[in-house]
């Protein structure tokens, strides 16, 4: 693999991981407690701990793409399969937000396009490399 590539998919890998870990502190960031209803306490766990899962897989796909990528480079199978589910990742949230936006406020309407231009990014951060590696297969 191309330094230039590896590279690319370190830089993905690091976004993803900080993503990630970043995730785990928005319900404390935006204060989601008060907005919890007590009546509806099914409601609220799976709130947060979709949140919580969502964080924790990004984060054990990230940290093992890592892991494949400073230490283990003869595990090309692997190095492929985890840029191709970061990858997917990252297109879907891209498409998800085109479709259903973040409801923002008008002061920070311009978060909208900060959102999913990281998307574009990240999956341009996977698709180069990932496309030379399927190539070469």
């Known amino acids: 693999?191309?330094?230039?590539?590896k590279f690319l998919l370190k830089l993905g890998t690091l976004q993803s991981v900080a993503m990630a870990i970043y995730h785990f502190f928005?319900?404390?960031q935006f204060g989601w407690d008060q907005y919890l209803k007590?009546?509806?306490?099914t409601i609220n766990w799976a709130l947060v701990?979709?949140?919580?899962?969502?964080?924790?897989?990004l984060l054990v796909a990230g940290?093992?793409?890592?892991?494949?990528l400073l230490g283990k480079k003869d595990q090309q199978q692997s190095i492929s399969l985890l840029s191709f589910i970061l990858l997917v990742h990252w297109l879907f949230s891209f498409f998800y937000?085109?479709?259903?936006?973040?409801?923002?406020?008008i002061r920070l309407g311009f978060?909208?396009?900060?959102?999913?231009g990281v998307t574009v990014f990240n999956s341009v951060l996977f698709a180069i490399p990932l496309s030379q590696i399927l190539r070469k297969a």
């Open 97 to 105: 937000q085109l479709i259903s936006p973040m409801p923002l406020p």
């Open 26 to 28: 928005i319900p404390y």
């Open 111 to 116: 978060l909208s396009y900060i959102l999913i």
């Open 63 to 68: 940290g093992l793409l890592l892991f494949f």
């Open 49 to 57: 701990s979709i949140n919580n899962y969502y964080s924790f897989t």
């Open 38 to 41: 007590a009546e509806s306490p």
């Open 1 to 5: 693999m191309k330094n230039t590539h």
